[in-house]
């Protein structure tokens, strides 16, 4: 992997997405909190293990991206896992959709990171793999692996 830039502080990651989608062209979405949503992100606690994007009357929005409540927030705790709106630009916004009603696209959530005191999601359009297509990744890796290892051992 590559080193995180300066001031981004990668919060959660969805690992799975590369290995189930093949991911097209990514965008950077900021995401609508409420305060303790922000302070429980700031301890480091979300997961996009399930969750994915879908547009809703020329908006979209993040489903089952989970926050779990903060300790100490009582009333003002929201659901885990309820809708979250995101913020891109209109015309990002149009390709985003426009790109989910072709067949066979989704909108992916790949990680949710903070940049200069920001919330923010990078999402993908992806389409999802077939079987022989991650053994055919998972081939490929395997095979770097050797490569590296066989590399390190020559020299």
């Known amino acids: 992997m590559s080193p995180q ?3 981004i502080k990668v919060i959660a990651q969805n690992r799975k997405a590369r290995h189930l989608y093949e991911i ?3 965008f950077e ?3 609508v909190l409420s305060g303790t949503e922000v302070k429980s992100l700031r301890m480091g606690r979300a997961s996009l293990a399930e969750s994915y994007a879908q547009p809703s ?4 929005f993040l489903l089952n991206f989970h926050i779990p409540p903060y300790e100490k927030g009582n009333i003002y705790n929201v659901e885990p896992t309820r809708r979250r ?3 891109l630009h209109r015309r990002e916004i149009e390709k ?3 790109a989910v009603t072709r067949k066979g696209y989704t909108l992916v959530p790949l990680s949710v990171y903070f940049k200069k005191g920001r919330a923010k999601v ?3 359009i992806g389409r999802g793999k077939k079987e022989h297509d991650k053994r055919e990744d998972i081939k490929k890796r395997d095979q770097e692996r050797e490569m590296r290892r066989d590399f390190r051992r020559s020299s």
């Open 5 to 7: 830039p300066e001031g």
């Open 24 to 26: 097209e062209e990514t």
């Open 29 to 31: 979405a900021g995401i």
């Open 57 to 60: 009357a020329n908006e979209l």
């Open 85 to 87: 709106k995101l913020l």
């Open 96 to 98: 985003l959709i426009g």
């Open 122 to 124: 990078e999402i993908a």
